[in-house]
């Protein structure tokens, strides 16, 4: 057995945070939160030392990408 070196599948696959309807605010506070982050690169900092060296690994710029299709999303989840 072998890791594929030319191709990579893309399965949209969404994370969430989930809270209490009781706590809208917390939802908005999150929600702004994980915004700014993208904003001033802090998300992509966290992502880069975490996973970094191993989406490096998968040399992502050489393959060809087969985007896949998840038909179990709603129309709201999707860029």
């Known amino acids: 057995m072998a890791i594929e070196q030319a191709l990579i599948i893309h399965y949209p696959f969404p994370q969430y945070f989930y809270v209490s309807r009781l706590t809208p605010r917390l939802a908005e506070r999150i929600h702004a939160g994980l915004d700014e982050m993208v904003r001033d690169g802090t998300f992509d900092r966290i992502v880069d030392k975490?996973?970094?060296?191993?989406?490096?690994?998968?040399?992502?710029?050489?393959?060809?990408?087969?985007?896949?299709?998840?038909?179990?999303?709603?129309?709201?989840?999707?860029?």
């Open 50 to 79: 975490h996973f970094g060296a191993a989406l490096a690994d998968l040399n992502l710029e050489k393959r060809t990408v087969i985007e896949l299709e998840n038909p179990f999303l709603p129309p709201w989840a999707h860029d």
